[in-house]
T-cell receptor, first 111, second 114 residues
Framework: KNEVEQSPQNLTAQEGEFITINCSYSVGISALHWLQQHPGGGIVSLFMLSSGKKKHGRLIATINIQEKHSSLHITASHPRDSAVYICAVTPFVTSGSRLTFGEGTQLTVNP | KAGVTQTPRYLIKTRGQQVTLSCSPISGHRSVSWYQQTPGQGLQFLFEYFSETQRNKGNFPGRFSGRQFSNSRSEMNVSTLELGDSALYLC?????????????FGPGTRLTVL
């Protein structure tokens, strides 16, 4: 079993829909990261969080440390949100900034 | 402020050759991490360098090595290339390299081994 599990693996939505991507992890962590990867490979860091909730524009990320679970929400989705969203964690046992990744969620938003 | 840069962006090699990839972090960042991304294995951690010292190493064979220079630029080397080394190689930099620092990714080097 992977240390980081994401669901769903694939998600298709209509423009304007509210989207949720889930991430569960099985190890104690220092931080959890949500990343976005567009075709061509470039990865952008969306959020880094260790507790609570963060919001940036239409994106909201939450984390429940006790339940080892995080969610990424996209409100009023738009075709430009189409990308792969990746959850990654830095385990407690790790020194430094080593990341362990989930498999990613391929999001397609249709106009 | 310039982002993380990686060179070259694309590379084609044949089995048995060796390759060196370069990563220049954001100015002021001292930590550089390297990751391999393949369709089958996803994103996997290769190694991390901080202040010219390798701080963490992933589960890759000794053919994969790296180093960091005093200006924080980093290189990774893969010797005796195998077909399975075909992948997107990403580097990421962070300011202090501790677990709660945001990482900034470069555009990647796409390596194809024939």
């Amino acid at each position: 079993k992977n240390e980081v599990e994401q669901s769903p693996q694939n998600l298709t939505a209509q423009e304007g829909e509210f989207i949720t991507i889930n991430c569960s992890y099985s190890v104690g962590i220092s931080a959890l990261h949500w990343l976005q990867q567009h075709p061509g490979g470039g990865i952008v860091s969306l959020f880094m969080l260790s507790s609570g909730k963060k919001k940036h524009g239409r994106l909201i990320a939450t984390i429940n440390i006790q339940e080892k679970h995080s969610s990424l929400h996209i409100t009023a989705s738009h075709p430009r949100d189409s990308a792969v969203y990746i959850c990654a964690v830095t385990p407690f046992v790790t020194s430094g900034s080593r990341l362990t990744f989930g498999e990613g969620t391929q999001l397609t938003v249709n106009p | 402020k310039a982002g993380v840069t990686q060179t070259p962006r694309y590379l084609i090699k044949t089995r048995g050759q060796q390759v060196t990839l370069s990563c220049s972090p954001i100015s002021g960042h001292r930590s550089v991490s390297w990751y391999q991304q393949t369709p089958g294995q996803g994103l996997q951690f290769l190694f991390e360098y901080f202040s010219e010292t390798q701080r963490n190493k992933g589960n890759f064979p000794g053919r994969f090595s790296g180093r960091q220079f005093s200006n924080s630029r980093s290189e990774m080397n893969v010797s005796t290339l195998e077909l399975g080394d075909s992948a997107l190689y990403l580097c990421a930099s962070s300011r202090y390299g501790d677990s709660v620092n945001e990482q900034f990714f470069g555009p990647g080097t796409r390596l194809t081994v024939l």
